[in-house]
């Protein structure tokens, strides 16, 4: 049995990150007491140690003690109504109070109120709200977030992170003292942010650290049996070391930080941070917490209206599409140099590809020929048999998931590639858009600190060793290809795909046309001469019987024939032969009317069918024909003679029979010496 390998140090001081059991660390901060209740309300449990003295008493009398006499009478009222429901907060005179249940515990935070002279931190609101209702794009709203959250709160800087998929951060707006280094655009690892630190925040959205210098206050009376408090929907729950040093290596002695949940997960964080120690006093927090509900309320719409915007100008390259469609630019590859550019500003890409067959067409930023052609040939591969509901290969990761490196020129790292025509048999045209790595890695701020630390209980990350750690994770990505984006090019590639089909079935209709029309021409003329053929003679002197039967009509057919024509090929060559057997069919067609139907019958032989032409009429033509024949002269042949039989037809008669006749005529005209014309009798 193989056994999992032994966790790298770095791993095992993640993994403990992950397992900090933020919740229950037993102290709190020092700027309030803890009073914690059985469930009852009928003992003091525990409590922290600075209470003793808030209370006048010593740490025993205040655990022997009921909380009843140990409460003033409306904070122990207050404690009662919390029963009742799940958590309350008191503002007396002078104390701010939150209660709430730690089941099976009942918990007091109590703080002293020190904005009694204070102005409400309400104050300016309104104005904060107005200004964040005039903002129409994310980055303005956050951008006013973070003012006017700085503005409230008095912090130093102020940040609004936003979460990536993968719980990677980045700083998307920023207000900060002047003398700060700027820390917008910078990204954080997701270890910066454990899951359970993530979690807590959506049980509880403020997090305040008043001074990280202060050391935490423990909890006393503590009995082995029962469980650790849960300090998570608290305010002065104590900070964790590894986080007390990451804010000391970023020089932060007080923040404060609020979620930003979006329909109930953790969409970002607004992040405050100030050198020194900093009150927010309970009223300021509220007023914080409205303001940052208000603000991702706006950001949220603001989102939804981009996220529609961008539906609209998809419908509107549609509808170009479309558009290029009807006006006839109906090829796909025409399609595709048209609209390229504003697909890939559509679709962040860098460059796009049209591969149909051999032909590759490309805008902005591609792999070479040879690059595309392999991956052209791998990717069919990989829908190879199509699988139904399969419509695009995509990856933010290329090193990962291709098995070759696609160009060395440029640092590709996403690819979303969409098969057009999944037709058997025939080779897959694809619409590919490609991603460069993510642009610079830029690095935090912070100090740079030794990266782990082995402590007895094993490795401890230093915080700012994540983030090594995490631009490890992201080198070789391209930014993650977003659902609406995915949506988005599969529309367009099924469009480009129909657009394909129906050009493909206008090719195939056209080149179906064609075949026919050269076989109805096969079928109908002679290859050698460009005349009639015998079969196409048969149909139209069956026409003529026809006619001549019903509308009693004259019609004559005559037979002509090249004298000695096997001399001419024994002396002059084949083709000399058919030299001349082309030249009299040219010459003849000359010297025809219109309505005369003209073509070989077979060999050296040749059919005039005359309509309206009686026998006489026929032989006065045959005659002038032969004499044409016999006049002719062309360098490359001797002279040469027809012999013309004619015979016209005879009611009753089949076309066999008629032209039996006129076959016997010209066998008189052979018999006769050559180079003349019979009459049938
Ligand atoms: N060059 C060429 N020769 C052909 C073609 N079709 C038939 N012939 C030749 O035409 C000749 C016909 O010869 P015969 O039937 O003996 O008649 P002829 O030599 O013309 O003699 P008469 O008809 O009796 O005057 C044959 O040698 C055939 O091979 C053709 O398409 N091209």
Redesign the pocket.
């Known amino acids: 049995m193989s056994q999992a390998p032994e966790p790298t140090p770095l791993e095992a001081a993640l993994a403990h990150c992950e397992s900090e059991p933020i919740h229950i660390p037993g102290s709190i901060q020092p700027f309030g007491i803890m009073l914690v209740l059985n469930a009852e309300l009928t003992r003091v449990e525990q409590l922290s140690a600075n209470a003793p003295a808030h209370f006048g008493l010593s740490p025993e009398q205040c655990l022997r003690a009921s909380p009843g006499q140990l409460l003033p009478e409306a904070l122990y009222e207050l404690a009662r109504a919390l029963l009742e429901q799940d958590s309350a907060q008191y503002q007396s005179a002078r104390h701010h109070i939150l209660a709430y249940r730690s089941d099976p515990f009942v918990v007091l935070e109590i703080e002293p109120r020190d904005d009694v002279r204070r102005p409400d931190g309400a104050t300016g609101l309104e104005l904060a709200f107005g200004r964040l209702l005039q903002q129409h794009d994310s980055t303005a709203v956050t951008r006013v977030l973070a003012q006017e959250v700085r503005r409230l709160t008095g912090f130093d800087r102020v940040m609004v992170y936003r979460f990536d998929p993968d719980w990677h951060g980045q700083v998307v707006a920023e207000a900060r003292m002047d003398e700060l280094p700027p820390l917008l655009g910078h990204h954080f690892p997701a270890s910066d942010l454990p899951a359970q630190v993530r979690a807590m925040y959506l049980k509880n959205p403020l997090r305040l650290i008043h001074d990280i210098r202060q050391q935490p206050v423990a909890l006393l009376g503590a009995r082995p049996g029962l469980p650790a408090v849960d300090m998570s929907r608290g305010i002065l729950r104590a900070v964790s070391p590894l986080h007390v040093q990451y804010l000391q290596n970023m020089g932060v002695a007080g923040s404060c930080s609020v979620a930003l949940v979006h329909q109930g997960s953790l969409w970002g964080l607004v992040a405050c941070h100030h050198g020194s120690a900093l009150t927010l006093a309970p009223a300021r927090r509220e007023a914080l917490l409205q303001l940052v509900q208000f603000a991702g309320q706006r950001l949220f719409l603001v989102n939804a209206q981009q996220q529609l915007a961008y539906q609209q100008r998809l419908y509107q390259l549609r509808e170009q599409l479309a558009h290029h469609v009807q006006r006839q630019h109906s090829r796909p590859g025409e399609v595709f140099r048209h609209c390229a550019d504003d697909w890939l500003a559509l679709l962040q890409s860098a460059g796009c590809a049209y591969l149909s067959g051999e032909r590759r067409l490309c805008a902005g930023t591609v792999p070479g020929e040879a690059s595309l052609r392999r991956l052209a040939g791998w990717l069919e591969q990989q829908f190879t048999p199509a699988l139904p509901g399969r419509s695009s290969w995509f990856s933010d990761q290329l090193e990962r998931d291709l098995p070759f490196s696609l160009d060395s020129r440029h640092a590709f790292a996403g690819l979303l590639a969409l098969p057009l025509t999944v037709d058997q048999g025939q080779s897959t045209d694809w619409l590919l858009f490609f991603r460069l790595e993510q642009e610079e890695i830029i690095n935090w701020a912070g100090a740079p600190e030794k990266d782990l630390t082995r402590t007895e209980q094993g490795y401890r990350l230093n915080p700012r060793a994540s983030f090594a750690r995490w631009q490890q994770q992201v080198r070789g990505h391209s930014p993650v290809w977003q659902a609406q984006q995915l949506h988005a090019a599969r529309d367009l590639a099924q469009d480009l795909a129909i657009l394909a089909g129906s050009a493909r079935m206008a090719r195939l209709n056209r080149q179906l046309t064609e075949a026919n029309q050269h076989l109805r021409h096969m079928a109908q003329y002679d290859a050698?001469t460009g005349i009639w053929n015998r079969y196409r003679l048969e149909q139209s002197l069956t026409q003529e019987q026809f006619n001549a039967e019903r509308y009693r009509r004259a019609f004559s057919v005559m037979l002509l024939?090249?004298?000695?024509?096997?001399?001419l090929?024994d002396n002059h060559g084949?083709n000399a032969?058919?030299h001349a057997?082309r030249l009299l069919s040219q010459t003849i067609r000359r010297h025809l009317r219109r309505g005369d139907q003209f073509g070989r019958w077979g060999?050296?032989e040749f059919l005039l069918i005359t309509p309206e032409t009686p026998a006489e009429q026929a032989l006065v033509l045959a005659e002038r024909l032969r004499q044409v024949i016999a006049e002719l002269r062309d360098p490359e042949l001797p002279p040469f003679t027809v012999s013309i039989g004619v015979a016209q037809f005879q009611p009753g008669q089949d076309s066999t029979q008629l032209i039996d006749a006129a076959d016997r005529a010209l066998y008189r005209a052979?018999e006769l010496g050559?180079n003349r014309c019979e009459l049938a009798p």
């Open positions: 050698l024939d090249v004298d000695h024509f096997k001399q090929n084949h032969g058919d057997l060999g050296e052979k050559r």
